[in-house]
């Protein structure tokens, strides 16, 4: 994992691939235990039997889901150990190109694309792919934001 303790250094890891994280199985409980958060009960994720002869020939993870994992697996990639407070400032942009399936596995890869300037701090964009173990397409690329205070 690496680490960074500088705002010096993370402008000097801009435009890095910084890695990627574990993989991880996405089971039934996971999407269950996000439905209930979420209260999204749709029956693609939670009912295994009509899923079964529904388009994806099973149930399958919320793609919301799949993007909250974005903090846990980063946290496996890098972690930002700067001065200051950091706050999720949001994301500039999210796809969900693949659906994963209730069963597989999926890892993040990391990006550093650009730290700047703003009134308030830094600005810390990242791109994270979720890839889908056997798949070629990823279940979800997002550039996420984060504001990095003094």
């Known amino acids: 994992m690496r680490v960074f303790t500088s705002v010096d250094e993370l402008m000097a890891a801009a435009g890095e691939e910084l890695g990627s994280s574990e993989w991880v199985r996405i089971d039934q409980e996971r999407v269950d235990t996000f439905a209930k958060a979420t209260d999204d009960h749709q029956w693609i994720h939670v009912d295994a039997q009509r899923a079964a002869a529904g388009p994806f020939g099973g149930t399958i993870a919320h793609g919301y889901l799949t993007l909250a994992l974005i903090p846990w697996l980063s946290s496996e990639i890098y972690a930002l150990e700067t001065p200051g407070a950091r706050l999720n400032y949001g994301l500039n942009k999210v796809r969900f190109p693949n659906f994963v399936r209730v069963g597989a596995r ?45």
């Open 106 to 150: 999926v890892r993040a890869t990391a990006t550093l694309d650009a730290v700047t300037d703003l009134p308030a701090g830094k600005q810390l964009t990242t791109t994270f792919v979720i890839e889908i173990e056997g798949e070629t397409k990823p279940a979800c690329v997002a550039e996420t934001v984060v504001l990095l205070l003094p």
